[in-house]
């Protein structure tokens, strides 16, 4: 389906990367966020609040992130697409109710505009330090979705395929900014509504005596949904659940729920996996990064080749599912992997476990407040390469 | 080219970012990217923004040694100018930043951008006086750009003050050009070429 053009402020704007990932969510067809302000985040919520009712939507300022986060899950199963918005502290109190998203197999984006932590940590300063948490954050197994736009364009895009990939796979998608991305301003071209594709989601059309809320396959074809108050009478819970939805507290019925929210992404990573190469192809180091390091870490590559080493570019743009396939592939092929990343080693480590030491693996660590100073990034590439 | 614009909060220093950024990158087909200061700073003592303006995409988004500063107080005067780049250029404002040493491998305009927009009856546009002469002086941006960039940036029913407050800015700093010694204008010829 394509977008609703009420919603879509077509044209070309000078914003932010919080105000384009508003815009992205309106354009994606989003009509409700329930969120607690905080540090940098708070601009998306503030453009929602302005902009929600001209489409139809609802903001609502929650007691704080908890109630925000179960909100959003209760709004989904109305049949709204829904997202929350937060920073670091924030998004550890969500945790609880990311776990109950993705055990009742809730599509939602919960947008994460990262700063330096742990705890209260630097409000208005960059990091990129949550990305372990966004993956397994909240208690038990489970497997969700994890973007990582780099400049306020992809802010609105990619706020756009978040929501996309949240109906197709009835996951939670954990959308990962950081404040340097979301208080960044630069030029955003937002294209017309009939130029947006959206993911609709799949609601139950048959007899009301035979619909099931889960099909527990491990599969792409996933059970639709329907809407409370449409009649159905159907009980979802956070407790370990039949395809009915009904509690069943024993093992078997364990394995078969959790194999399947862990199997639909791990099956299907593949095709959800979403990155950009740049000059692999006789690379002999390959930098990976992501988010506002990808750019920076550009800007060392380029430095390099001008000196005439081979190195290439990997940048993850769907961070979680990881594509382990693509690194095990150039891992037999380059002598070293670069990551920059600002934190102090998590994605290197997953870099590094795939590489399965047929590669180095070089983390660029940066614990937070500033981007990386590319020289340190070249450093890296100079010893990858020797 | 990296710019920044220093002064105090209140004065519309972040404003001034986002008015030339989007010039930049919406009239003027350059890349701009736009960062700003937080924190105490933003909260009455001096403030600034950072704008990257290049032709291709910008990459690294921040500003260690500017080569334009514009400085509209005592305090980000201070604050900032021992970054400018050697042979950069500073803007200040003439009534509000005293220069005990300036420094003197740099080019230094002044302009009562503040004083100009008292005489036109209001204070707050001094930030555009500031780059009407900011565009004159420089020329990173074209002067049709900017004031097509207010619109959406500043509220309609003030748009006329403003422009009329950027062409003062303008023809300020097109005065002071014409009348700066030989040196500087040579200089300010072959950054046009």
């Known amino acids: 389906m394509k977008a609703d053009p009420l919603g879509v402020a077509t044209g070309s704007h000078y914003m932010d990367g919080d105000h384009a990932c508003a815009e992205g969510a309106i354009a994606a067809g989003c009509r409700y966020l329930a969120g607690y302000p905080i540090t940098p985040s708070t601009e998306v919520a503030e453009r929602i609040a302005v902009r929600f009712p001209k489409v139809g939507g609802m903001f609502i300022q929650m007691e704080d992130e908890l109630a925000s986060m179960a909100a959003v899950v209760g709004a989904t199963w109305t049949g709204v697409k829904a997202m929350t918005v937060t920073s670091g502290p924030g998004f550890s109190l969500m945790m609880e109710n990311i776990g109950l998203a993705a055990m009742m197999e809730t599509p939602c984006v919960v947008v994460n505009v990262q700063r330096g932590g742990p705890s209260t940590g630097l409000p208005t300063l960059a990091a990129q330090a949550d990305m372990m948490q966004a993956r397994w954050g909240s208690h038990g197994d489970y497997e969700i979705i994890a973007l990582s736009p780099n400049s306020p364009q992809e802010c609105f895009d990619l706020t756009i395929t978040a929501f996309n990939l949240a109906e197709q796979w009835r996951v939670p998608v954990m959308f990962m900014m950081d404040e340097c991305v979301g208080h960044m301003s630069e030029k955003v071209d937002i294209p017309a509504a009939d130029e947006i594709t959206l993911t609709a989601r799949k609601f139950y059309k048959g007899k009301k005596a035979n619909y099931k809320p889960y099909k527990f396959n491990g599969q792409a074809k996933l059970a639709p949904m329907v809407k409370a108050g449409d009649g159905y009478r159907i009980h979802v819970t956070g407790l370990t659940h039949d395809e009915r939805g009904y509690p069943l507290i024993d093992a078997e019925t364990q394995a078969r729920n959790v194999y399947h929210l862990v199997n639909k992404i791990r099956n299907n990573a593949e095709k959800i996996c979403l990155f950009e190469e740049d000059q692999v192809a006789d690379a002999e180091v390959v930098v990976i990064s992501y988010g506002i390091s990808s750019r920076v870490a550009l800007k060392a590559v380029e430095q390099a080749r001008e000196d005439g080493l081979k190195v290439g570019m990997l940048r993850l743009i769907v961070v979680w599912p990881f594509p382990e396939q693509r690194i095990k592939q150039l891992a037999k092929q380059v002598k070293s992997f670069v990551v920059p990343e600002i934190n102090l080693g998590q994605i290197s480590l997953e870099v590094e476990r795939n590489a399965a030491g047929q590669a180095q693996t070089i983390l660029v660590p940066h614990p937070g407040g500033w981007v990386h100073d590319p020289d340190d990034i070249l450093k890296a590439i100079k010893e990858g390469a020797a | ?193």
């Open chain 2, 1 to 193: 080219m990296d710019i920044k614009f220093s002064g105090f909060g209140g004065q519309g220093i972040i404003k001034s970012g986002m008015i030339i950024g989007k010039a930049a990158s919406l009239y003027d087909n350059l890349h701009a990217t736009l960062t700003q200061s937080f924190g105490p700073e933003a909260r009455g003592s001096a403030c600034s923004a950072a704008l990257v303006v290049d032709e291709s995409p910008v990459l690294y988004p921040y500003i260690v040694t500017p080569h334009i500063l514009v400085s509209m107080s005592q305090e980000a005067y201070e604050k900032f100018s021992d970054e400018l780049a050697p042979g950069g250029t500073l803007l200040i404002d003439a009534d509000l930043v005293q220069m005990e040493a300036p420094r003197n491998d740099v080019s230094i305009f002044s302009t009562p951008a503040t004083r100009i927009a008292e005489e036109m009856g209001n204070r707050l546009f001094s930030n555009v006086v500031m780059m009407g002469f900011f565009t004159a002086i420089t020329k990173v941006v074209r002067p049709e750009s900017v004031k097509k960039a207010l619109s959406g940036l500043i509220p309609e029913r003030f748009m006329e003050k403003n422009i009329e407050a950027f062409d003062r800015g303008y023809d300020y700093g097109l005065e002071v050009l014409e009348q700066a010694d030989d040196g500087i204008a040579a200089e300010t010829d072959a950054r046009e070429k």
